[in-house]
């Protein structure tokens, strides 16, 4: 079963373009990792959000381990107000299933 995660980056107020910058540079490189099949950049009020599906918690320690990652990481770390706010969520069955999850 795929596994969805939910990151929650919030920059510096003066550094929300470059954190930015640096994820929408990353995002090709980790669409190519294995196991990876959403990993898309949402922006909202000061801050950024990455909805992530993975194919399997192996995938997932993968990519957290990856350069990639650690390089982002690394990049804009002294530019984060607070740091990455990571949730690994399970689905709850309610109501219609296509509109219930994320597919």
């Known amino acids: 079963m795929s596994i969805t995660v939910i990151a929650t980056i919030t920059p510096k107020p003066d550094r929300f373009d470059a954190v930015r910058q640096a994820f ?25 959000v990455m909805v992530e599906r993975w194919s399997d918690g192996q995938a997932l320690e993968a990519h957290g381990a990856g350069e990639t990652f650690n390089a982002l990481s690394r990049g804009v770390q002294d530019d984060l107000a607070e740091p990455l706010d990571v949730q690994i969520l399970e689905p ?8 219930g999850q994320i597919p």
């Open 24 to 48: 929408e540079q990353a995002v090709p490189a980790v669409h190519e990792e294995p196991g990876c099949e959403l990993y898309a950049l949402y922006t909202g009020k000061g801050v950024l």
């Open 92 to 99: 709850v069955a309610v109501g219609d299933p296509a509109k």
